[in-house]
């Protein structure tokens, strides 16, 4: 495993997975190998029976601040996502485990879109949930075309992915992204709190419940499939290209 994704196994017998972001002085941008390492890290956890739960946790000030840019754009030359990100989508649409995120600050493009597939998030009031995919002539990933809408309603949903208006993390509590805010100083023993009220659960009744209370993965699969289709073709696009340029002149 990188570095800039730690993982250990914490709780009572190892029950709780638990992966966090550590690139702190890049914001949590997450790379090709950062991808990776999560997705083997959620596989393991899911084939590891003493694993009850799956957390995902960043840094004070910043969940992930999505896709490192200069990474990202080495993949998208050619005209895809890349499958080290398609790889950790699949793995987290499929994680047959209940999957809880601590979010403190930054939670940009598939940071935000990640915790639509967690069973339970909390963030801190000052947390910023934005999806610029629209400003950057990109469409929507990680089925968050197909659950937002689904747990915010067409509207908020239409704010967060298509109009890329942030929410903060009391915004995104009202609009149903996100479970729970509390403080900075309480995030991750909430987080760690509620894992371990779910790794002393029944697992099987659990698990039922979720499959239950969740939409279907291959609906899930499916819509990812088309938004990374339509993903790519946006980014051989000459608008896309237009607004990669200018985004990168304002960051030099």
Do not use: W
Not at 59 to 71: C, K, L, V, Y
Not at 166 to 180: H, M, N, T, V
Request: hydrophobic letters at 50%; one cysteine or more.
């Amino acid at each position: 495993m990188t570095d800039h994704i730690l993982t250990e196994r914490a709780g009572a017998n190892g029950a709780i997975n638990v992966i966090r972001f550590n690139r702190p002085e890049k914001k949590n941008a997450i790379t090709r190998a950062m991808y990776t390492s999560m997705a083997r890290a959620l596989i393991a956890g899911d084939n590891d029976d003493s694993v009850r739960v799956h957390v995902m946790l960043g840094t004070q000030g910043a969940f992930t601040a999505g896709n490192d840019m200069q990474d990202f754009m080495a993949v998208a030359m050619g005209g895809s996502m890349g499958t080290e990100v398609l790889d950790f989508l699949a793995a987290l649409a499929i994680a047959g485990k209940p999957i809880i995120s601590g979010v403190d600050g930054l939670a940009v493009g598939v940071g935000a879109t990640i915790n639509l597939h967690c069973d339970l998030t909390f963030a801190t009031p000052e947390s910023r949930f934005h999806t610029p995919f629209v400003d950057l002539a990109l469409v929507p990933e990680a089925g968050s075309s197909l659950l937002a809408p689904a747990a915010m309603g067409h509207q908020k949903a239409f704010a967060l992915l298509a109009a890329g208006i942030p929410f903060s993390g009391d915004e995104a509590e009202r609009a149903g992204l996100i479970y729970k805010t509390v403080s900075s100083d309480e995030l991750e023993a909430t987080v760690m709190a509620a894992a371990e009220n779910l790794a002393q659960k029944p697992p099987k009744a659990l698990a039922i419940a979720r499959r239950l209370v969740k939409p279907d993965p291959e609906l899930v699969m499916a819509r990812m499939r088309e938004e990374a289709e339509l993903f790519g073709n946006q980014l051989k696009s000459a608008e896309a290209l237009a607004a990669f340029q200018n985004f990168m002149a304002r960051k030099k």
